[in-house]
């Protein structure tokens, strides 16, 4: 994280993508100090740090464009709704959806996965009905869809993973039936770093007729989305993971089903007519973005998009995996740590455990050398019952982040080790 080009501590390895770290300078945050000490920020499957361009046009918004959208006659109110729908333009573009409609803003992941919970759901399910998702979920793709068992009769079934991280295909494909209505899965999983074959759960799913939403959370920071190629019926993804701004996020979701779903929230901008006898709704998208929404943080998630682009996802793609099989020689090699979630092709995710330290210390300990990481059951606690864990202490990567991060995270990890030797 850095700023100057690291060359790496390992002999004789030079990263083929180092430029792609030296994107620090761009984070004004990693320039902070933190307890003294530099400040070594690894917990970005949580949030991502925001560069400056993001953190400009959300400045820049207010100070030259506010005005609500979508019901203004004045310049200003045309203007940043013009704003806003460029956006929506810039989310189609980055996950390849055939049209902006098909893309309703949400208030990230967690809200998108409510709106096809509360909407689709429970307006097509019947009693005896099954949703499939996987011991790996995050609980923002679990609690929706046991609101929606709960309100329609539906079932939850678990797909279960094997003891490397990776789903058991065969048992997804055997619990696959004319019951499942609904499949419902994470792009890669935030505690473990596994990257699904989403496209071809898709296939398997559709071809017994069921749905299915892709929890896109860790994904589209990390890796090139391209919803068509996948075939999935919905995705879901968070601004603030994506070196945008908290408080936005998107929902892809097939056209026809779209315009076929009923509206969750009721309010302005979703109607087309209002009366107290009866009402009618906007069509998709309109339909589910109820009142006044975040559209400096939209606008900001546009520059955000623009800044992936600038990168390129492909480059960061590369960058990470290659810092993630350097931090997994560094973790593999300190005593008594244990990798949680080693499945090939894993995404840029190191979840660990260590012999006699609870993970909330190890992270307090990291934290005193300015090392951020995340330790607890990342909302994932299924997943941990599943490999007998209370929790993991979990370092994740980001465009920004080199080997002097790395290095950095097993020195500290090293020294707590000491400091509970000597106790
Ligand atoms: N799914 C996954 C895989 C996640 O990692 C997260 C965030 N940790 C979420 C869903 C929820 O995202 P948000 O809190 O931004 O709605």
């Known amino acids: 994280m850095s700023v100057a080009l690291q060359s790496g501590s390992v002999a004789g390895e030079a990263a083929p993508t180092a430029g792609v770290a030296s994107r620090a300078a761009d984070f004004p945050i990693l320039s902070r100090r933190v307890r003294g000490k530099r400040l070594v920020y690894l917990d970005n499957a949580a949030t991502t740090q925001k560069p400056e361009s993001v953190i400009d046009a959300e400045a820049r918004y207010y100070r030259e464009s506010n005005a609500n959208i979508h019901r203004g006659v004045h310049w200003l109110s045309q203007h940043s709704t013009d704003l806003y729908e460029e956006s929506r333009e810039r989310v189609r573009a980055l996950l390849n959806a055939q049209r902006s409609d098909e893309i309703v803003f949400t208030r990230g992941t967690t809200e998108a996965v409510n ?37 329609t009769g539906a079932v939850l079934r678990v797909a279960p993973i094997g003891d490397g991280g990776a789903l058991d295909l065969d048992a997804f494909d055997a619990m696959l039936g004319a019951r499942t209505r609904l499949v419902a899965v994470a792009h890669v999983s935030n505690a473990l770093g596994t990257v699904n074959p989403v496209a071809r759960l898709v296939q398997r799913a559709h071809a017994v007729g069921a749905m299915v939403l892709v929890d896109g959370a860790q994904a589209v920071a990390h890796t090139a989305v391209d919803v068509q190629s996948i075939g999935c019926d919905f995705y879901a993804f ?29 309010g302005g901008d979703m109607i087309r007519t209002v009366a107290f006898e009866a009402s009618t709704w906007a069509d998709a998208p309109q339909r589910f973005e109820a009142g006044t929404p975040n559209i400096a943080g939209v606008v900001a998630l546009g520059a955000a998009i623009d800044y992936l682009r600038e990168v390129g996802i492909e480059r960061i793609a ?30 840029g995710i190191l979840s660990f455990t260590i012999d006699g330290i609870h993970p909330h210390d190890l992270g307090t300990i990291l934290d005193t050398e300015g090392v951020a990481i995340r330790a607890g059951h990342h909302c994932t606690m299924p997943l941990m019952k599943r490999f007998g864990i209370p929790g993991t202490a979990r370092a994740s990567l980001a465009l920004y982040n080199d080997e002097s991060d790395v290095d950095a995270l097993a020195a500290a990890i090293r020294r707590a080790q000491d400091l509970f030797d000597g106790r």
């Open 318 to 347: 590369a960058h990470e995996h290659a810092l993630l099989a350097y931090g997994t020689r560094a973790l593999e090699s300190i005593p008594g740590l244990r990798l949680i979630g080693t499945a090939p092709g894993k995404a």
């Open 238 to 266: 968070s601004g603030h993971k994506v070196y945008g701004p908290t408080g936005v996020g998107a929902l892809y979701g097939r056209y026809d089903l779209l315009q076929a779903m009923p509206p969750w929230q009721g």
């Open 115 to 151: 709106l096809v919970a509360n909407s689709w759901a429970r307006s097509n399910l019947k009693p005896g009905d099954e949703i499939l998702v996987t011991t790996m979920e995050h609980h923002s793709n679990i609690v929706p869809w046991q609101l929606a068992c709960a309100q």
